[in-house]
């Protein structure tokens, strides 16, 4: 867990308003830290890979890798 806000937290969407609603909510809670926000699968892998976040949230649509290959490569 990141010692400055709690749980950290990769958000992988393809939608921009729907990455930007999920960053603004988490965000806003107290005990979560947005740490990534990003659009495409192969980025979302190679961040998560290198800020081991607690949760990652994908979406299964992805721009490149999609969100079901991504996820099986995150795991």
Known sequence: MSASRGISVLIAQSDDLAREELVSILSAAEDMEVVGAIRNGDAALALARKLEPDIV???????????????????
Do not use: F, H, R, W
Request: hydrophobic share 35%.
């Open 57 to 75: 949230l994908v979406d299964c649509e992805l721009v490149g890798k999609d969100g079901i290959q991504t996820t099986e490569a995150i795991s």
